[in-house]
């Protein structure tokens, strides 16, 4: 029978203990009833009905519905999604005309060195930093040939 008694007197205080640590750390803004200090004063000096009115009646819950005053807003009607509506549309557009540009400067590029493209058949398209005839010093300034 005594250690019956001193598990529930250490449950008591578990109970206890946690119901006031719940208490000071609980959002400020959902406490109903009395002020967090009285809920604590109440938990400690009533310690099992103290603990069990905390979390029937001062513990508030979450209003899943919304807040008071708030409602449901459609897509359409909400400035915020618009905005970001717009600014995304705005982005891929710009994207979109950026990717152009430099499709079209790929295809403005002169062809490289050996493409077949600028050349006429059997004739090697010369590098422009290349020597016209043969004897000339090239860029290294060694003479070419």
Do not use: H
């Not at 400690?44 to 449901?72: E, K, M, Q, Y």
């Not at 493209?117 to 590098?127: D, L, V």
């Amino acid at each position: 029978m005594a250690r019956l008694l001193f598990g529930l007197g250490v449950a008591a205080v578990i109970f206890t203990i946690y119901a006031v640590a719940d208490c000071a750390f609980f959002d400020r803004t959902r406490i109903r009833g009395l002020r967090r200090g009285w809920w604590i004063v109440v938990i400690l000096f009533v310690p099992i009905i103290g603990g069990v009115l905390w979390f029937l009646i001062g513990r508030g819950r979450i209003d899943r519905a919304g807040t008071w005053g708030s409602r449901t807003v459609a897509p359409d009607d909400d400035a915020e999604f618009l905005r970001q509506l717009r600014e995304d549309a705005a982005q891929n557009e710009r994207i979109r005309r950026m990717e152009q540009e430099l499709a079209e400067l790929d295809a403005d590029d002169e062809p490289r060195f050996g493409d077949a493209a600028g050349t006429s058949k059997g004739e090697e398209r010369k590098r422009p930093d290349a020597p016209d005839a043969p004897g000339e010093t090239g860029p290294a300034g060694r003479p070419n040939g």
